[in-house]
């Protein structure tokens, strides 16, 4: 049977009782968050599908999913054993969804029931996704998972026949030293404050001040912060510092759920009470044994001892022992990552190395104590008594009542740490028998998670309008989520708060921020103020925007820019002079160009063919005699200055001429009439865009209306000339009217009345009277002055085309873009 189908059917019946209960359940939850949003009077928005595959009402094997987007981008936070189960069961229930869509993997810290499973889902699943979690995380995640493996090895039946025997390996060795190693080679390490973007996909990282290297994950995607706290603590102790608080408020806060509704008693009486408990079973000459985690507690509860030892002379006879080769290997990561410990732990290291213990034995294994009958402390692994040195430890001590178990982490369900604390009599030992159990029993927690009122506390400063709690047991996170709501009743606040079960779907609608980040080159140009308006292109990238210049979109989008250059030939017999007088009557900016020719394509191949001729001669010329040599040098010497006169006579028709509008937005080339083209001609050339589009329109019309302009404008444009220079200033001004009249005909129709000698003009534009006195270039209409300026602009842009300095008047060019309104005639 495969690894997913044995997952799959031994997990199953860990489900069916409450499957109903689950449905029921999950559409409450659905409902409350619609309802919430439909309160508002608000669409609906975009859907948030958060699903706890583990630590769902229960602690244990945590692994909680968010799905963003309807599964477009998915998040795995967590991927733990439950340390009462063994085998497949203890996984997370990976069968409940595709785990191939999982983008991303972050794991908070190294305890077992937040990261053991992760061989296991990087290569026996199809696991796709990138891998995340803390420099120090990292670190102490593979000294503790090669120490499981060594143990799950160690675990695996010894007899049986040998189909069998690997079916047994299958199930309790979940994965071995190759899957470790290729996990690591996959994970990747992440720092505290740093973000990430990881395909839109937005990590940030906060301290958790659980164990070293333990964070909180902040995920945006798409303006929807869900902030997942893992196991955390608010109270700084002896060796970490409190958690962070992110700056901004989260839409959706996942958090522990582990002490519920219960507080925790100040921490200065906690460890009284401890060092107590312990000097009153050593004072009876007793043993103490104290089940921790390899790594976390037990450094904290290793500075407590060094410290009471130190201030208590006469306790220095008694060895404190620590259990566990692996804590001794990890001391040298705290001594590397000193910067994520507290101030004081800082400022000891100034001094000392504060691990460096005075009063701290190792002990190899159990075995070692067998002829100490005097008091000691035992710090042994594991915390919950399953197996390990602890269990053995236990078994061996817990029938005398001078001996004594102090259980300093939480207490999980199903374990026998859990089941010592109830007040029973008997338990059983691994190897069937019946122990009495005579030793006393304390519990004092120093488990370094949120109590409740430190959870009040920092759900009252994040203020998130939808919290789902996980890591808790059913009572407790019911217990909690009453008691969350009526605090946000009690306040005035809407808090949707859920507690979800393993496979329940929690679904929530939220309107995630639309904040677009101007960059590029329209950021560097100017920074915009309150109330500006900012045009460019929106870009939506990794569920972002960004605001940028269209010649900027290909450097933060994959579109790729291209321009469209749009080229029109219109059939003209007009000369480019005339052309640009015409065009300098309606814009400015313009400029002559000087274009070359692209020659024929068959004028290549006839280069080719002259330049062999040209060899064939000269080889030809070399067979001559010596005695014409001077006679051939002086052919030739002739025959290349002809041709040189030639290629000057030609030079006119290689270059054709033009002119640019508005900085080159529009080129307007003159053509000769050629075989391709076979009238004379002019080349409308200009890059589209909607501005340049209306350029090339107008200079189209004007084109179009010389080509059936008067030939009486021509004759009246070289007499003009003529007059110039002449210095003939009546004449000049005589023709300068004529010209003025030619022009405003052409383009408002004909007029009314000319009369040449007082130079006055009546026309009708629109059906409105106008008439135009041109000695002082004065308009007037009395029926509307919106037609007066329009004619009145016309006759100073004429003037500028005919260069009359005089009356010429600044107007407005029709291509300028900034500074108000252009004005086309």
């Known amino acids: 049977m495969s690894h997913p189908e044995q997952l799959a059917a031994e997990q199953q019946h860990q489900r069916d009782d409450d499957d109903q209960q689950n449905n029921d359940e999950n559409r409450a939850h659905t409902t409350v968050g619609e309802a919430h949003q439909n309160r508002e009077g608000q669409e609906l928005g975009e859907l948030l599908e958060l699903i706890p595959l583990g630590a769902g009402s229960e602690v244990g094997r945590s692994c909680i999913v968010a799905s963003f987007f309807e599964g477009k981008k998915n998040v795995m936070f967590d991927c733990g054993i439950h340390p009462g189960f063994s085998g ?125 290297g333990a964070c909180q994950f902040e995920v945006n995607v798409g303006g929807c912060r869900v902030l997942y706290t893992g196991d955390y603590s608010r109270v700084a102790d002896r060796h970490l510092p409190a958690a962070d608080i992110p700056k901004k408020t989260p839409h959706v806060v996942i958090v522990e759920s582990t002490y519920g509704v219960s507080p925790h008693t100040p921490k200065e009486e906690r460890e009284a009470r401890f060092t107590d408990k312990i000097h009153g079973i050593l004072g009876r ?49 705290f001594e590397t990552y000193i910067n994520v410990l507290n101030a004081d732990i800082k400022r000891q290291f100034e001094e000392k190395n504060p691990f460096n213990f005075k009063h701290v034995q190792s002990l190899n294994r159990a075995s070692d104590l067998d002829g100490n009958t005097g008091p000691c402390v035992v710090l042994a692994t594991p915390s919950m008594l399953q197996s390990g040195t602890s269990r053995e430890l236990f078994e061996n001590w817990c029938e005398s009542s001078d001996n004594g178990v102090v259980i300093c982490d939480f207490a999980v369900q199903g374990t026998l740490a859990r089941e010592i604390l109830s007040d029973v009599k008997t338990v059983k030992a691994r190897d069937g028998r019946e122990l009495q159990l005579r030793c006393s029993v304390d519990a004092i927690s120093f488990s370094a998670h949120a109590d409740y009122p430190q959870t009040q506390q920092f759900l009252d400063i994040l203020n998130p309008p939808h919290v789902v709690l996980v890591h808790g047991e059913t009572s407790e996170m019911a217990r909690l989520k009453r008691a969350l709501e009526a605090k946000a009743v009690a306040d005035g606040k809407e808090m949707n708060v859920f507690a979800p079960k393993n496979c329940q779907s929690v679904e929530i609608r939220y309107r995630g921020e639309k904040v677009a980040k101007v960059a590029g080159s329209l950021a560097s140009d100017c920074l915009p103020v309150e109330g500006q308006e900012v045009r460019g292109v929106l870009v939506a990238k990794d569920f972002g925007h960004l605001l940028v210049a269209p010649e900027d979109v290909r450097d933060h989008a994959r579109l790729r820019t291209s321009v469209v250059t749009q080229r029109q030939l219109i059939p003209c017999e007009v000369n480019i002079d005339t052309l640009r007088f015409a065009l300098e009557a309606l814009f400015e900016g313009m400029h002559a160009v000087r274009t070359l020719r692209m020659p024929k394509k068959s004028s290549f191949k006839n280069e080719e063919d002259d330049d ?28 290349a200055m002809i041709k040189k006169e030639e290629d000057e006579e030609d030079d006119d028709d290689k270059w054709e001429e033009g002119v640019s509008i508005d900085n080159g937005a529009v080129t307007l080339r003159k053509a000769k009439k050629s075989d391709e083209v076979g009238v004379e001609h002019v080349i409308l050339e200009w890059a589209s865009d909607p501005f340049a589009d209306v350029l090339a329109d107008a200079t189209l019309s004007v084109v179009l209306q010389l080509n059936r302009e008067p030939e009486t404008l021509k004759a009246y444009e070289r007499d003009h000339a003529i007059a110039m220079k002449e210095n003939d200033t009546e004449a000049v001004e005589l023709l300068r009217f004529k010209m003025a009249v ?75 873009t900034g500074g108000g309104g252009a004005t086309a005639v």
């Open 285 to 333: 000459g007793g043993k103490c044994l104290l089940p921790v985690v390899a790594l976390g507690r037990a450094q904290e509860l290793l500075l407590i001892l060094e410290d009471y030892w130190e201030k208590h002379p006469e306790m220095s006879h008694v060895p404190v022992y620590q259990a566990s080769a692996l804590a001794r290997k990890a001391m040298t990561v």
């Open 88 to 212: 497949l069961s203890s996984l997370p229930y990976f069968d409940e969804i595709d785990v191939s869509a999982i983008d991303v993997l972050l794991v908070t810290h190294f305890h077992l029931d937040h990261c053991a499973a992760v061989p296991f889902l990087v290569n026996r699943t199809n696991f796709k996704g990138r891998v995340f979690m803390t420099h120090a995380t990292k670190a102490i995640f593979h000294m503790l998972m090669s120490d499981f493996v060594r143990l799950s090895a160690r675990q695996q039946p010894k007899a049986k026949g040998s189909e069998e025997k690997e079916e047994e390996e299958d199930e309790s060795q979940l994965w071995d030293a190759k899957d470790l190693k290729a996990a690591m080679d996959k994970i990747e390490v992440i720092d505290f404050h740093q973000e990430i973007n990881i395909d839109g996909i937005k990590v940030t990282p906060y301290r958790a001040g659980h164990v070293l």
């Open 742 to 816: 030619a022009m405003l005909e052409a383009q408002f129709g004909k007029a009314q009345k000319v009369d040449e000698k007082t130079r006055v003009l009546e026309m009708n534009v629109d059906a409105k009277r106008v008439t135009i006195l041109h000695a002082t270039r004065t308009v007037a209409c009395d029926e509307d002055e919106s037609t007066r300026s329009r004619v009145e602009l016309a006759l100073g842009r004429i003037d500028e085309a005919i260069a009359d300095c005089s009356y010429a008047r600044r107007v407005r060019s029709a291509t300028t």
């Open 612 to 639: 062999e001729n040209i060899i064939e001669e000269k080889k030809t010329e070399e067979k001559k005699s010596l005695t014409k040599g001077r006679k051939t040098k002086k052919a030739k010497k002739e025959v």
